[in-house]
C-alpha cells in the first residue's frame, strides 16, 4: 500500500512538475526576466489549471524518441518513488519529523522542475540552484538536523563556485552553462557523501552520452544538450543506490 501511495505521489508531482516548467516557458517568452517572480507566477498558473499538468507540448514524432521519452519519464517517476518511499518510512518510523518529510518531498519536486524547465528553457532559476548550495546550513539552523555531508565539502563548493565566477570573465567559450555549475555544486552540497561530487559527473556524463548517442543515432553525438536533467538523474541514482545498500540512510545528506 506505501509502495502504491508513494507511486501515485511521484506520478502527480512529476506531472505539476511539468507543467510548471511548461508555464515558466511560457512567460518567459513573453519577455518576462527569469526570476523568483517568474517561478510564482508560474506555479500559479500551473495550481489554477491541473489539467494541464498531463499536456507535454513538443512530443516527439519518431516512435523511436517517443519511447526513449516514456522510458525516461517513467525512470524518473521510479526514482521519485523510491526515495519518497524511504522518507515515508523513516516517518513511520519516527526517525523522521513530518516537517522535514514535508521538506523533502518540496526537494523532490525541486528536481523534478529543474529537470523539465532545462529541457523547456535551457535555463536553470538560479533562485532553485543557489538555495540548494545554501541548503544544508538552512535545514541545519532550522530543523537542528545533523548533517552527514562534512562541513569540509559545503566550504569547498562555496570556493569553487567563488572562483567559477571570477574565472568567468576569461572563459570565451565555457563548455558547461553557468547554471549546470551551480547545479552541480548544489547537488554536491546536498549529497551523502564527500565523494558524490566525483560520481556526479561521472553519472550524468556517461548518462548524458548515451542518451544523446541513442538519441542521434551515432556513436559521437554533435550539438549542445541541457545537462541539467542528467545531474538530477545522476543525484536520484546516488540516492537510491545508498538508500538500498545502507539500512536507515538519510536522504539527501541529512
Known sequence: ??????SIVAVVLTAFAQGWATSYALILQQGATPNC?????????????????WRIPRWPHSYWHRGCAVFFIGLAVFLSMAYLHAVAQ?????????????????????????????????L?????TITLIVLP????????????TASTVWWLVVALYIGYRCCLPFIHKPPIGAGDIKLYLGLWAISPHYHAGFLLILIAAVACWFIQACW?????????????PYLCLAYSVINVWESGLHVGFPPYGF
Open 37 to 53: 517572480r517568474s517561478l510564482s507566477r508560474a506555479a500559479q498558473k500551473t495550481l489554477m489549471n491541473p489539467w494541464g499538468w
Open 137 to 148: 546550513w538552512l535545514i541545519q539552523g532550522w530543523f537542528t538536523v545533523a548533517l552527514t
Open 1 to 6: 500500500m506505501l509502495y502504491l501511495l508513494c
Open 90 to 122: 523513516r516517518m513511520m518510523l519516527g526517525q523522521l519529523s513530518w516537517g522535514m518529510g514535508v521538506w523533502y518531498g518540496g526537494l523532490t519536486l525541486a528536481l523534478l522542475f529543474l529537470a523539465w524547465c532545462d529541457l523547456y528553457t535551457r
Open 216 to 228: 542521434q543515432k551515432r556513436c559521437l553525438p554533435r550539438g549542445a544538450c541541457a545537462f541539467g
Open 124 to 128: 536553470l532559476p538560479d533562485a532553485v
